[in-house]
């Protein structure tokens, strides 16, 4: 009886062991996508904004702040998702259906990636940005307000990403297994193609 439960134990801190070696890979893959993606951005970003225009800049701005606000609408709504509808659909041979299911079931690797990885890119690269603006700003009016204009301009940043995340968060939660589909219609477009 004893070595029954050694046995039983022993294959429990396997099974362990072999989730935590996981954990540690996934956690050094994601490190190291993350140091590529953002050295990526960050390198494209500080070559090319300093040849546009202050209205330009703004415009990559706003759509640097709205793939944030997006990618942390997808990472929480995988976070929120039933599985169960997905399983009647993918029973129906819908392949959207199944890339769904495995989304949910890595949910935390997808929301690690789509909130933290993303998230945190797209939050770096808006600051870079919004140095930029605050640079061509000076350089049009050079008033003396460097101070009050840099600080204005990083609280608007600040509250359009918060803000934006805020409302996304509320619209994923209660649309999560629509943005899923959606999203999993997108990665299968993409497989596909």
């Known amino acids: 009886m004893e070595s029954d439960s050694s046995s039983k134990l022993s294959k429990k801190e396997k099974e362990q062991k072999k989730r935590n070696k996981k954990e540690a890979l996934w956690t050094a893959k994601i490190t190291f996508y993350t140091i590529i993606i953002s050295g990526t951005a960050s390198l494209l970003s500080e070559s090319t904004l300093p ?20 990618f942390d609408v997808i990472g929480t709504a995988v976070t929120a998702a ?6 009647a659909m993918a029973s129906k041979k819908i392949k959207e259906a199944s890339i ?14 789509c909130n933290d990885v993303v998230g945190d890119v797209c939050g770096i690269i808006s600051g870079s940005v919004g140095v930029v603006i605050v640079a061509k700003v000076m350089m049009m009016y050079p008033a003396g307000y460097e101070v009050l204009i840099a600080a204005l301009i990083s609280a608007m940043i600040a509250g359009a990403t918060v803000g934006g995340k805020a409302m996304g968060k509320k619209f ?12 999993a219609k997108v990665v299968h477009f993409i497989k596909r193609g």
Do not use: W
Request: glycine share 2%; net charge positive; proline share 2%.
């Open 51 to 70: 040849k546009v225009n202050a209205s330009m800049a703004f415009i990559i701005l706003v759509s640097i702040i709205f793939l944030g606000v997006i």
């Open 82 to 87: 039933d599985e169960v509808p997905f399983h």
């Open 100 to 113: 769904a299911v495995k989304m949910i079931r890595n949910a935390s690797k997808v929301s690690n990636f």
């Open 172 to 183: 994923a939660i209660t649309n999560s297994n629509k943005i899923l589909y959606t999203v």
